[in-house]
């Protein structure tokens, strides 16, 4: 035991070269949209709904309700929910909220979610396609 402790402490420390100076984290602001532009103009989703439905459901820090005390807005823009927020912030867990919100809802058979830039996401339509002969002209 003793040589296990002698061994540790024989171990050269090594200091890192920033700790001396004082470094200022730069403030990480993160805005995400969720363009909901085709479900909205048909009337099968409620915007304001769904955008209470995120205010509700968002954690942070592992709560629930603490949106304004860590700087996490919601916004409604006609067909489009902005999420901005000064906390590092998962895209993907916004993506989880959405689909949950589909499900509960009963529009995830219908609406898919679908990453169209960097920082926003759609939701879109199922494509279904109903003319199975156009299928079978592939295969000749």
Avoid at 54 to 71: D, F, H, Y
Avoid at 75 to 82: G, L, Y
């Amino acid at each position: 035991m003793q040589g296990i402790e002698m061994a540790a402490a024989k171990r050269p420390q090594v200091k890192s070269s920033k700790a001396g100076k004082s470094l200022k984290k730069k403030k990480q602001s993160v805005k995400f949209n969720i363009e909901c532009k085709s479900p909205v103009e048909d009337k099968i989703l409620n915007i304001e709904d769904f955008e209470s439905f995120l205010s509700q459901k968002i954690k942070v820090g592992g709560k629930t309700g603490q949106l304004a005390v860590s700087g996490v807005k919601v916004e409604v823009n006609k067909t489009r929910v902005v999420l901005s927020s000064d906390v590092p912030f998962s895209k993907r867990y916004l993506k989880y909220l959405t689909k949950k919100y589909l499900k509960r809802n009963t529009l995830r058979d219908w609406l898919r979610v679908v990453a169209s830039s960097k920082d926003t996401y759609e939701l879109r339509y199922f494509h279904i396609n109903q003319d199975e002969d156009e299928g079978s002209d592939n295969e000749n």
